[in-house]
């Protein structure tokens, strides 16, 4: 099956600070999506990116298809942005009733200090 | 707004006991799953359904069992539960598939413990 990496496992971060985090993927995707899992366990839908560039406020994200790879960018971060960020991709054939499978990566966990 | 509710959020279960978890959604999702999360890890399929009264199977499908007989409602079944299955579990639900912009909303976890 696909598989995803996702780096840097650990990020500790000063508030106010930037960041970028990475995940690369081994097969074609018709589906990628990043998440925050906040320090509750709450599970948040951040952005549905299978190819190009998108922003919402502080973050955005960028998925380069043809290369495998998808960034996400957290600017002026804020101590609410700690977490773990997970990219999970999808690679079935959309059929309208086939197979829908998101494989997830093992995340970045980010921590963000005062 | 209510979302993904799932029931109970914490449960302690001894081995070879079975239980069920509970997941209702009211957006009218046809697609529902269940993942489970062990730590340090990233979430892992184990059932989904695309519609009332289809299920199929996952990665992870051994000891659990799904139906789905309402649009509503997607309960997960432990059979003999195993000090394996201590993890948390995820229902979550989406309307459409990947090709259509496919956003999944997850419930808040149920965390369950064997012993």
């Known amino acids: 099956g696909i598989q995803v990496e996702q780096s840097p496992p650990d990020l500790i971060l000063q508030e106010g600070a930037n960041s970028t985090l990475r995940c690369n993927f081994s097969?074609?995707?018709?589906?990628l999506q990043w998440f925050h899992q906040n320090p509750w366990g709450q599970l948040i839908n951040l952005f549905y990116?299978?190819?190009g560039t998108k922003q919402n406020g502080r973050l955005s994200a960028t998925t380069v298809a043809t290369e495998r790879y998808s960034l996400l960018y957290i600017s002026s971060s804020q101590t609410t942005d700690s977490g773990v960020y997970f990219c999970?991709?999808?690679?079935?054939?959309?059929?309208?009733?086939?197979?829908?499978?998101?494989?997830f990566g093992k995340g970045t966990k980010l921590s963000v200090i005062p | 707004n209510a979302g993904v509710t799932q029931t109970p959020k914490f449960h302690i279960l001894k081995i070879g006991q079975s239980m069920t978890l509970q997941c209702t959604q009211d957006?009218?999702?046809?697609?529902m799953y269940w993942y489970r999360q062990d730590p340090g890890m990233g979430l892992k399929l184990i059932y989904y359904?695309?519609?009332?009264?289809?299920?199929d199977k996952g990665e992870v499908p051994n000891g659990y069992n799904v139906s789905r007989s309402t649009t509503e409602d997607f309960p997960l079944r432990l059979e003999l539960a195993a000090p394996s299955q201590t993890s948390v579990y995820f229902c979550?639900?989406?309307?459409?598939?990947?090709?259509?912009?496919?956003?999944?909303?997850f419930g808040e976890g149920s965390w369950l413990t064997v012993v």
């Open positions: 359904s695309v519609g009332a009264g289809i299920t």
């Open positions: 979550a639900s989406s309307y459409a598939q990947g090709a259509y912009g496919n956003t999944i909303y």
């Open positions: 097969d074609s995707v018709n589906n």
């Open positions: 957006m009218n999702h046809n697609y």
């Open positions: 999970a991709v999808e690679t079935g054939i959309y059929s309208g009733a086939g197979s829908y499978q998101l494989t």
């Open positions: 990116i299978p190819s």
